[in-house]
C-alpha cells in the first residue's frame, strides 16, 4: 500500500474486520481512524487510544485528512461517505486488500456460492498434516489482518473470499485460487447475476503465467474461466475424469500426478464428513494443492479425520433412532440441495428465513430423498409455493416448533436436517445464532423425552 503521503486512513465499518484493519494500521504505525453507523459498536480494548466515530456524522467530517479508506464487507458503494470519497478521489480498498499488503507468506484463495468455509479448512488440514506452517483466514469468521503478521516467507496462508471482499481488490495476488461453483446468490446486493459473477472471477485478476486456478469441471461457468486463463489448471471433477485434477472414479478420490500418473487419495466412504458436497470440497483441497509436491498421506489422513465445521452439516445429535445435523450455513437454494444430495436415509428438512430472491422449485432435485418439510421464517410461503403439492409441507412458528414438528414426522433412522436455504436476518441475528438455536431445541428435545 501507497502511504507516501502519511494522511489519515479511515476505516469504515467496524465489526471484526474491521477492528482487524485497524489494529494491523495501528501495529504498522499508520495513522488511522475509525467509524461506525451504529452507536452500539463495541470495541476491543486494544483500540482505546485510536479516533472512533460512532452514528451519523457528515462524511466531510469523517474524511477530513484522509487518504484513503478501508471497508468491511457489508459497506457497499452506496454509503454516503464511499460517494463523497468518490468525489474527492480518495481509494477505497477492504480488509482483505490491507491485509495481503502486508503479507509474506503466499496465498491460497478460495471463493465460489457453497463450500468455500470447507473447502479452506480442509486445505489447511492437509498441509498441516504435511508439516507446512499454514493459517487459515478470511471470510471463515478470523480476517485476515488479524493474523497476516504471524508467518514469515515460508509459511502460507489459506483464505476463504466473498464476492463483497472482491469488490475492492487492487493487488490481491493468490498463487493458488479456486473458483468452487457458481450459482445465483447476493442479488439483494447485486444488480444481476453476472455482476455477482464478474466478481467471483476477481479473484483470478492479478494472476500470473505460475500460478494455479483450480475449479468445478463440472460447472460450465468455472469452466468457461478456464479456457481464457493464462496460468496452470487443476480441474476436480466428481462426474468425469479430468487430466492434471482431481476426481471420483467410483468410489474413490483420484488425483493426477505428474501429468501420467493417477493416484487413489482415498475411499469416499472414508471421509469424515458425508454428502456429495463434501467430496467435492474434498477434491477441490486436493487440487488447490497440485504441483506442492503434498503426499497423498497428507491428504489422506487430514480427510479421514475432518469432521467438518459448526453449522455445515454439523452432527449435533441422535436420539430415537434419528440423527439430526445442523447446516445452517446453507443460506441459498443452492447450498441446500448440495448438502441434501447423495444422502444414504430418508430427510425431514427445516427450510425457510429471510428470501434474497432464491428459486425454491430447485429442491425438487432432492425431493425423492425428502420425507416432509417444515418451513420456518418471510420465505415459508415461498417455499410452499414452490413445492406444494410434490412433498408434504407443514408451517412453524418458531425453531423449537420446527424441531418438534420434524421430530413427530421422522422416522426410525431418518436424518432431521436444518439447510433453511435463506438468510437469517427475518428471525435471528445471524446462520450462527440460528444454528446455536436449532442446537440447542434438539439438545432440548432429547432431554424432553428421557
Known sequence: MSYETRKKVLVLGLARSGQAALHLLACKGLDSRGA??????????????????????????????????????????????????????????????????????????????????????????????????????GNTGTPFSSVVMKLGPKGIFVIEVSSFQLETIKEFHPVSAGILNLTPDHLDRYENVEDYYRMK????????????????????????????????LAPFSSRKAVEGGVFLDSDRIVRSVDGNREEIIIEKNDLGVIGLHNIENAMAAIASLQGEN??????????????????????????????YYNDSKATNVEAAVKSLTGLPRPVVLIAGGYDKGSDYSKFREVLSGIRMIVTIGKAAVLIENALKGMVEIKKADSMEDAVRKASDAALDGDFVILSPACASFDMFSDFENRGDVFRDCVLNLGRNNR
Open 36 to 137: 461506525d453507523d451504529s452507536e452500539l459498536v463495541t470495541l476491543s480494548e486494544e483500540l482505546k487510544e485510536i479516533e472512533i466515530f460512532k452514528g451519523d456524522h457528515q462524511p466531510e467530517e469523517l474524511l477530513d485528512g484522509v487518504g484513503e479508506i478501508v471497508i468491511s464487507p457489508g459497506i457497499t458503494e452506496n454509503h454516503p461517505v464511499i460517494k463523497e470519497a468518490s468525489g474527492m478521489n480518495i481509494p477505497v480498498i477492504g480488509e482483505l486488500e490491507l491485509a495481503f499488503r502486508f503479507a509474506e507468506a503466499p496465498v491460497i484463495a478460495v471463493t465460489g456460492t457453497n463450500g468455500k468455509s470447507t473447502t479452506v479448512s480442509m486445505i489447511g488440514e492437509i498441509l498441516k498434516e504435511d508439516g507446512r506452517d499454514v493459517i487459515v483466514a
Open 201 to 232: 472471477e476477481r479473484i483470478l485478476e492479478n494472476s500470473g503465467i505460475g500460478d494455479l486456478y483450480f475449479y468445478n469441471a463440472d460447472d460450465p461457468l468455472c469452466v468457461s474461466i478456464a479456457e481464457d486463463y493464462r496460468g496452470r
Open 294 to 323: 503434498v503426499s497423498r498421506d497428507a491428504c489422506n489422513r487430514a480427510l479421514r479425520s475432518f469432521r467438518g465445521l459448526r453449522h455445515r452439516m454439523e452432527k449435533i445429535a441422535e436420539s430415537g433412532g434419528v440423527t
